[in-house]
T-cell receptor, first 113, second 117 residues
């Protein structure tokens, strides 16, 4: 069983649509993360949750809205996205905040039309 | 701020060739160093790590030694296989408090490796 599962694997949406990415971890971890992977750029850490508490990254536009209803599930709500938001979005988890390594899901490939 | 610099890809090698992927870093404090691997269509997986100077991380025939004097963590493998074709990411965690606490991983841009039979 995959430790960190992301759905959907691929998503195509228009700039005016609203959609959500889902992440679920089966590892009993307490911390979860959203990353953005763009071509030829380092991975960008977007959000961190620890025991459902969010740590903000002020550089992330408000059109990305995370939600963590419990320590096993993490969502990324998307609305009014821009073409430059097309990327691979990776979810990760770790035992606790500050603990390495992080375990990654396979990602959601997002394309904005 | 922290940064990780990896050799530019793509790298193409024949099977059984010797592999080196260079990685150098800049960090405050005493970072831990990691190599992650991303196979096609998958997320990142931890390949190996080292938490202090002169430590050697190893896994699946890959090795990397934490060199504090040269701020490097080069990845090596003596004989690569087709199944090693993937993107390899060098990363560090400096363990210092930040807006994200000390869980922040700083990644390099990745090096795509292709092994041909």
């Amino acid at each position: 069983e995959t430790g960190v599962t992301q759905t959907p694997r691929h998503l195509v949406m228009g700039m005016t649509n609203k959609k959500s990415l889902k992440c679920e971890q089966h590892l009993g971890h307490n911390a979860m993360y959203w990353y953005k992977q763009s071509a030829k750029k380092p991975l960008e850490l977007m959000f961190v949750y620890s025991l459902e508490e969010r740590v903000e990254n002020n550089s992330v536009p408000s059109r990305f809205s995370p939600e963590c209803p419990n320590s096993s599930h993490l969502f990324l709500h998307l609305h009014t996205l821009q073409p430059e938001d097309s990327a691979l979005y990776l979810c990760a988890s770790s035992q606790d905040r500050g603990y390495q390594p992080q375990h990654f899901g396979d990602g959601t490939r997002l394309s904005i039309l | 701020g922290d940064s990780v610099t990896q050799m530019e890809g793509p790298v193409t090698l024949s099977e059984e060739a010797f592999l080196t992927i260079n990685c150098t870093y800049t960090a405050t404090g005493y970072p831990s160093l990691f190599w992650y691997v991303q196979y096609p269509g998958e997320g990142l997986q931890l390949l190996l790590k080292a938490t202090k100077a002169d430590d050697k991380g190893s896994n699946k025939g890959f090795e990397a030694t934490y060199r504090k004097e040269t701020t490097s963590f080069h990845l090596e493998k003596g004989s690569v296989q087709v199944s090693d074709s993937a993107v390899y990411f060098c990363a560090l965690s400096d363990g210092l408090e930040s807006n994200f606490g000390n869980e922040k991983l700083t990644f390099g841009t990745g090096t795509r490796l292709t092994i041909i039979p």
